[in-house]
């Protein structure tokens, strides 16, 4: 992998990750435009997922020692039901990928059609928010779990995982400031999982990327991940998800027809 090709995955993943367009579908869109098929390489998805974690923990870590304080209190607290929240949340994505792990990654092959077609679902999702009732509610045990089902969801490529998860929370009634917090903090877990479990199976023992590469694409994922991390909450807070409800319908059409046509 080149510097060049480590720079554009890292800012793909960071902005990716967190604004509502799908990182997995964008980074299948960059590999089938631009030919880059690194990608594929564990130690290399594991790098730039784990500075999308960091970026998370840099914009919320004031709330994180908030909930990790009143945690260790070791009494039930406002800290310990939002963490209990959070684990609820993640039941979904953890049995989607216990049950069809294999089946998932297939789907991870150049598939543009396929990404064009969730990209249109994204989009309709985003655009449902537009209607959303305003009503300011937490985020309960039962929401935080429907939440939950929208992440699972969001492990097609395509779908985006901050898209859908807020979009629901939205539809649900939760405030939006609420659910933009609770959408990126619900995150750590699996992506913290994945990370470990690719780790321990030894996926990154034989990568075929040398450091520079991984310094770079970690740094570049970083860095951009943490504008798009606070540009998201700020854009979730003025209710402008419609605008990328329609750059996910012109994305999404333009893929399918290049699939067509290609």
Not at 23 to 48: M, P, Q, R, Y
Not at 64 to 83: C, E, H, M, P, V
Not at 187 to 200: R, S, W
Request: charged share 15%; net charge positive.
């Amino acid at each position: 992998m080149s510097l060049l090709e480590a720079i554009i995955l890292g800012v793909i993943q960071g902005l990716t990750e967190f604004l509502p367009v799908s990182s997995s579908g964008h980074l299948e869109l960059g590999k089938a435009l631009l030919g880059i098929e690194a990608n594929s390489d564990i130690t290399f998805t594991v790098v730039v997922h784990g500075a999308t974690v960091l970026s998370t923990i840099v914009v919320f870590h004031r709330d994180i020692l908030g909930l990790i304080k009143g945690a260790l209190q070791f009494r039930w607290n406002k800290s310990t039901d939002y963490i209990l929240k959070i684990a609820i949340s993640a039941i979904p994505v953890f049995a989607i990928g216990l049950l069809f792990k294999e089946e998932i990654e297939s789907l991870f092959s150049n598939n543009v059609l396929l990404v064009g077609c969730m990209l249109l679902v994204t989009g309709a999702l985003l655009a449902f928010t537009y209607y959303s009732p305003q009503v300011g509610d937490e985020v309960s045990k039962r929401k935080a779990f429907l939440i939950g089902i929208a992440q699972a969801i969001a492990v097609l490529p395509g779908i985006s995982r901050s898209g859908s998860t807020i979009a629901v929370g939205l539809l649900l009634g939760v405030d939006k400031k609420k659910v933009a917090r609770f959408s990126f903090l619900m995150v750590l877990i699996p992506i913290i999982g994945a990370n470990a479990k690719d780790i321990i199976d030894g996926g990154m023992a034989n990568s075929s990327v040398t450091a520079p590469p991984l310094i770079i694409g970690f740094l570049a994922a970083f860095l951009s991940g943490v504008l798009a991390c606070r540009w998201m909450i700020a854009i979730v807070t003025r209710g402008k998800l419609i605008h990328f409800a329609y750059y996910c319908f012109i994305v999404g059409a333009g893929s399918i027809i290049t699939h067509f046509l290609i």
